[in-house]
């Protein structure tokens, strides 16, 4: 069956990085466009970026654009999420899906505090 597996989060400083990394595996990865999505404590889902199958498109909500940069390397099956400049509201649930929003991974804690 489908499997994303969400890894890379943690606790990092405001103005930190980190990057998330989406292993797959049951679907043919590369024939998947990607996204993250995110979740905050007590709020709804907010779409934060998306990929195109061969990675030449690439697609930014507003308030991560110029700090975030989403990648991807078929070969690995694997979708990453570069966040640089973190900031405290950005702590959240960084989740990755496919498959029209029907393959979610488990989820990766960003905790952005001083």
């Known amino acids: 069956q489908v499997q994303l597996v969400d890894s890379g989060g943690g606790l990092v400083q405001p103005g930190g990085s980190l990057r998330l990394s989406c292993a797959a595996s049951g679907l043919s990865f590369s024939n998947y466009s990607m996204y993250w999505v995110r979740q905050a404590p007590g709020k709804g889902l907010e779409w934060v970026s998306g990929i195109d199958v061969g990675g030449s498109s690439t697609y930014y909500a507003d308030s991560v654009k110029g700090r975030f940069t989403i990648s991807r390397d078929n070969a690995k099956n694997t979708l990453y999420l570069q966040m640089n400049s973190l900031k405290p509201e950005e702590s959240a649930l960084y989740f990755c899906?496919?498959?029209?929003?029907?393959?979610w991974g488990q989820g990766a804690q960003v905790t952005v505090s001083s």
């Open positions: 899906a496919t498959g029209g929003w029907r393959f």
